[in-house]
């Protein structure tokens, strides 16, 4: 709608009484202009309804064929930030519509107050988002093939593909050119420990899991295309982070009220499926003067047949090291390390990594009584817990939530970032339309004829909010 007066505006006001030069020469009257508007700004809020109406069906089939998805992932969000928002927006709502009012009665600083207060709420609504989006950005909280998360939704550091995550590294050297149908990411050529060479279990009578990690400082030149990381020097990381659940060092959870703070930098054993990948393994240890190193790991393969032929290898190459012993292949899970910081400083893999050195458990003594628990002898010096208490509900959430995403879980951010991110736009296009009638508004244009442009905005406005009204409790409060 054009803001200046059609011409000849004097003789057609005379004709017609329109009380406003604003008021278009096809029209009848002021009323046919407003009646003629509002039916338009309510069809284009029809199909804007049938716009997003396709993104909240694709919510509600994924949540619920995936619920573990959404009851996972919507820990990330930040709660308090999102009903921030919504108050934000339904003050916004009110203002808009105060708007309306002021200028049906001609009361010209009342609107313009008005109108900069929706503005400026609408502004407060997209800052809140860019800090929750960057947010999500630094941690890889990201859609797709993009999510590649520094952190389990109960907050815990967890080992990932780019290992550049704040406050936290990883045994994890990831290759992103080793893509195969299998692996259509890549893998990781370093930093995956089997679990059949570790003992990851320590709520269970036995060996804690003996294992030394390294803070190895180097440089990394490529040549050839290759890099090859040269090591420096290096030290040893000394406690191991608390649990969450089975407390310090892998022990029991504390007593309610109890409190325990991490001595920073602390290491701990991270089970991530889509960094560490599930396969055949097998482990193996080595005695004698002559051994490279005294115990590991091989895997993952894709097949047993595959596994069988390396674990036959890798039996020949050890009898030419020492005393070879070498387990049968099983299917299993592999983890890596994480030692955290304590802080939110960004490590490069280029000079820095972390090593780590593990012994293998020793295999448990077959039971007198066939029908006694198989157990683990302990190794001197270690802990052995005697009696495992049934975790409690709140245990369980928090293992839960400490540790990795279930599996694509990025379909989450994918829907978050969509409906979310279009939403944001739709706000983006109102602050322009507001900053547009602002300026009208100080000029004087609106009068109780002609209030039109401040109606139909304010009809789209209430559009947007009642928009995220249903997103802030189908995200942020799924529980």
């Known amino acids: 709608m054009s803001e200046k007066p059609h011409a000849g505006h004097d003789e057609h006001d005379h004709g017609h009484g329109h009380g406003s030069v604003f008021i278009q020469h096809h029209y009848d009257d002021a ?24 993104l909240f069906v694709a919510y509600i089939l994924y949540r619920h064929h995936h619920t573990e998805i959404y009851a996972y992932a919507h820990k990330y969000l930040d709660t308090k930030m999102g009903a921030i928002n919504t108050a934000v927006l339904i003050f916004s709502s009110l203002t808009a519509a105060w708007a309306v009012r002021a200028a049906q009665l001609r009361q010209k600083k009342l609107l313009i107050a008005c109108i900069a207060t929706t503005l400026a709420c609408a502004c407060a609504f997209l800052v809140i988002k860019y800090f929750e989006y960057t947010h999500k950005i630094h941690e890889h909280l990201l859609f797709g093939e993009r999510f590649d998360p520094c952190i389990s939704s109960g907050g815990t550091p967890l080992a990932n593909m780019n290992n550049s995550c704040p406050g936290s590294k990883s045994t994890i050297q990831w290759d992103f050119n080793a893509r195969t149908t299998q692996t259509p990411r890549g893998a990781a050529t370093e930093g995956c420990f089997p679990d059949v060479a570790l003992d990851l279990e320590p709520q269970r009578p036995g060996v804690q899991l003996d294992c030394k990690v390294f803070e190895v400082s180097g440089a990394t030149t490529v040549k050839d295309g290759k890099a090859t990381f040269t090591e420096k020097s290096r030290k040893e990381i000394g406690p191991r982070c608390f649990d969450p659940v089975f407390g310090p060092g892998g022990g029991l959870s504390l007593a309610p009220g109890a409190e325990h703070k991490d001595v920073f930098p602390c290491w701990k054993p991270n089970h991530q499926p889509g960094v560490c990948r599930p396969g055949w393994y097998f482990r193996w240890t080595c005695e004698g003067d002559k051994c490279k190193a005294p115990a590991g790991g091989e895997g993952p393969f894709q097949t047993l047949s595959a596994c069988n032929e390396q674990r036959g290898g890798k039996e020949g190459q050890l009898k030419a090291d020492g005393t070879p012993w070498v387990s049968d292949c099983s299917h299993g899970k592999a983890s890596a390390f994480v030692v955290e910081y304590g802080d939110h400083a960004l490590r490069s893999s280029n000079d820095l990594r972390i090593a780590v050195d593990c012994k293998t458990p020793p295999t448990a003594a077959a039971p007198a009584d066939p029908f006694a628990e198989v157990g683990q002898t302990p190794a001197v010096g270690k802990s052995q817990i005697a009696t495992t208490p049934r975790p409690t509900h709140a245990d369980e959430k928090a293992a839960l939530y400490a540790g990795p995403p279930p599996e694509n879980t990025s379909m989450f951010f994918t829907i978050y970032f969509a409906m979310t991110g279009l939403h944001g736009v739709h706000v983006l296009i109102g602050v322009f339309i507001f900053i547009w009638l602002l300026i009208r508004s100080v000029k004087g244009h609106f009068t109780p004829d002609y209030f039109g442009p401040i109606d139909f905005a304010a009809l789209y406005w209430h559009i947007v909010d009642l928009i995220w009204i249903f997103l802030f409790p189908l995200m942020y409060l799924i529980h």
């Open 31 to 54: 009323q046919h202009q407003f009646d003629a508007g509002k039916l338009g700004i309510w069809l284009f809020l029809a199909q804007e309804v049938l716009f997003f109406s396709a």
